[in-house]
């Protein structure tokens, strides 16, 4: 989850670097207006709470699913290696489940952190203060 603003002068996006778990707590850190400085332009904004939004985190998103489909290939793999190849011809539809079992435990992982992030994305979103 990433916090941003929208520059009421250019209209362009500002990340910023907190972490909070909702924005009753921002406005306990930070009080009702934060004063910051956007990212393209310079000018300085005073953001009211309300106006402060979350959204995924692109990069890490990047990253995790990059890790991801790393370790569904290496997982599938090694279930191949280790408990399909070399058997015998009969393994045939069980050998199918355990490659497709090495693919789909990391995406299984992967969708839970992901829904898990997008429930609090929806949280800090849908709580005005
Ligand atoms: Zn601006």
């Given amino acids: 989850m990433r916090l941003a603003f929208i520059c009421k002068y250019c209209n362009e996006e500002t990340p910023l670097n907190f972490v909070v ?12 207006n934060y ?11 005073e953001i009211h709470v309300n106006r402060i939004y979350a959204r995924t985190n692109k990069p890490l998103l990047i ?4 890790f991801t489909f790393g370790m569904m290939i290496y997982l599938s793999n090694h ?4 408990y399909v190849s070399g058997r015998s011809l009969n393994i045939g539809l069980r050998g ?3 490659v497709a079992a090495g693919l789909l435990i990391p995406l ?8 898990f992030e997008l429930g609090k994305i929806r949280r800090f ?3 005005r203060v």
């Fill in 63 to 66: 990253v995790s699913l990059i």
């Fill in 108 to 115: 299984f992982i992967w969708s839970c952190l992901y829904l």
């Fill in 96 to 98: 199918v489940f355990i």
């Fill in 35 to 45: 004063s910051c400085r956007c990212a393209k332009c310079g000018a300085l904004n």
């Fill in 125 to 127: 979103n849908d709580h």
């Fill in 79 to 82: 279930f191949y290696t280790n």
């Fill in 21 to 32: 778990g909702d924005r009753f707590r921002f406005l306990v850190m930070h009080g009702e």
